[in-house]
């Protein structure tokens, strides 16, 4: 469960850099793709918390 909660980490952290680089315009992304990635990090991030408090509280 662990392993799972680094990786998911981890891709997380990637998804923050792709969006902050193509919103400072240092890579080009289409909006479609830019939207995409965006929604992918909410919800990566949702479950990578979700995932590390039921490790802490149960």
Do not use: P, T
């Amino acid at each position: 469960m662990y392993i799972l909660i680094i990786i998911l980490g981890i891709v997380n952290l990637i998804l923050v850099l792709i969006q902050l680089l193509s919103g400072l315009k240092v890579i080009r992304i289409s909006i479609k793709n830019h939207r995409f990635f965006g929604i992918a990090l909410a919800v990566g991030a949702f479950i990578h918390g979700l995932l590390a408090l039921y490790i802490n509280f149960f």
